[in-house]
């Protein structure tokens, strides 16, 4: 089967087009199955699950032998290698403003080769605003070829984040932030890690940094935020995973991240 990033892309933008269909008629007719996961505020809901589902089979359907992980189900928890694809899905990132009727959710869905992430779309149902990228083809939004802000000065520069699940884990970003903000224009917290990668793709905020993003999270904004020339990585040389997940422009990566390592940014529980 193809593994070419253009066909992969094809395929992804199909798959989640109809997910996302399904996760906006799920929220007209009611959220229900609303259940908790790691703690009492990580929620879940029937519409997590059955949007999953859809992607998984569709996937199956078009690409039998492709591997896939997903937030809900799991699966291949592995990287894939030997040529080999793995997508990896997040069906609904945002589901507590998914519960709460905000707009600011996404299906995210990225195809994997090798280990490498090669093609990737995030999709607000709600807007539908739909955001891609191929490696090395650029990051795209209706037809307009994306670039990340040019902001040069740390001190102007407006910083999406977000939390974790965990009540300790909270409290060490509180703390981290408190260190940050005094420094930057401002922060926003909107609720889902790949819109937070696909508003810093088009320069809707300068940068984005996360501690403990799992990979249906990041996979698929991730390329999209750094085919639109942000620097993704996580801290002191490490590459971007769940322990840390730091996207900015060239003009103000060092000195944000430097920022981030005082404030022991991917450090805590
Ligand atoms: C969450 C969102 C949120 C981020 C959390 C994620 P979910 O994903 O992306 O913005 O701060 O770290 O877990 O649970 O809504 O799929
Ligand atoms: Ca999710």
Same mark, same amino acid.
């Given at each position: 089967?193809?593994?070419?990033?253009?066909?992969?892309?094809?395929?992804?933008?199909?798959?989640?087009?109809?997910?996302?269909?399904?996760?906006?008629?799920?929220?007209?007719?009611?959220?229900?199955?609303?259940?908790?996961?790691?703690?009492?505020?990580?929620?879940?809901?029937?519409?997590?699950?059955?949007?999953?589902?859809?992607?998984?089979?569709?996937?199956?359907?078009?690409?039998?032998?492709?591997?896939?992980?997903?937030?809900?189900?799991?699966?291949?928890?592995?990287?894939?290698?030997?040529?080999?694809?793995?997508?990896?899905?997040?069906?609904?990132?945002?589901?507590?403003?998914? *519960?709460?009727?905000?707009?600011?959710? $996404?299906?995210? !869905?990225? &195809? /994997?080769?090798? %280990?490498?992430? #090669?093609? =990737?779309?995030?999709?607000?149902?709600?807007?539908?605003?739909?955001?891609?990228?191929?490696?090395?083809?650029?990051?795209?939004?209706?037809?307009?070829?994306?670039?990340?802000?040019?902001?040069?000065?740390?001190?102007?520069?407006?910083?999406?984040?977000?939390?974790?699940?965990?009540?300790?884990?909270?409290?060490?970003?509180?703390?981290?932030?408190?260190?940050?903000?005094?420094?930057?224009?401002?922060?926003?917290?909107?609720?889902?890690?790949?819109?937070?990668?696909?508003?810093?793709?088009?320069?809707?905020?300068?940068?984005?940094?996360?501690?403990? *993003?799992?990979?249906?999270?990041?996979? $698929?904004?991730? !390329?999209? &935020? /750094?085919?639109? %020339?942000?620097? #993704?990585? =996580?801290?002191?040389?490490?590459?971007?995973?769940?322990?840390?997940?730091?996207?900015?422009?060239?003009?103000?990566?060092?000195?944000?991240?430097?920022?981030?390592?005082?404030?022991?940014?991917?450090?805590?529980?």
């Amino acid at each position: 089967m193809a593994t070419e990033p253009a066909e992969l892309l094809t395929v992804a933008l199909g798959v989640a087009r109809e997910a996302a269909d399904l996760a906006l008629r799920m929220r007209t007719d009611g959220v229900t199955g609303i259940d908790t996961k790691s703690t009492i505020t990580d929620v879940v809901t029937a519409a997590d699950k059955a949007v999953e589902d859809l992607v998984k089979s569709s996937l199956q359907q078009l690409r039998p032998g492709d591997a896939v992980l997903g937030e809900e189900t799991g699966g291949a928890a592995e990287p894939s290698a030997g040529g080999a694809v793995r997508w990896i899905v997040d069906p609904i990132d945002g589901t507590v403003n998914y *519960l709460y009727g905000l707009p600011q959710y $996404a299906v995210s !869905l990225a &195809a /994997e080769v090798d %280990g490498v992430v #090669v093609a =990737g779309v995030v999709r607000n149902p709600v807007t539908g605003q739909e955001w891609t990228a191929v490696r090395g083809g650029g990051a795209w939004r209706a037809g307009r070829r994306l670039t990340c802000s040019a902001q040069r000065e740390l001190g102007l520069t407006l910083i999406a984040t977000g939390f974790g699940y965990d009540a300790r884990r909270r409290a060490h970003q509180a703390a981290v932030i408190s260190r940050v903000l005094p420094r930057v224009r401002d922060i926003r917290r909107f609720g889902a890690a790949s819109l937070d990668l696909c508003l810093a793709a088009e320069g809707a905020v300068d940068a984005y940094f996360e501690k403990g *993003l799992a990979a249906w999270d990041r996979a $698929a904004g991730g !390329l999209i &935020a /750094e085919e639109a %020339g942000l620097r #993704v990585t =996580g801290l002191r040389g490490e590459g971007p995973g769940r322990r840390f997940v730091l996207a900015a422009n060239e003009a103000v990566y060092e000195e944000l991240h430097d920022l981030l390592v005082e404030a022991d940014a991917d450090g805590g529980p």
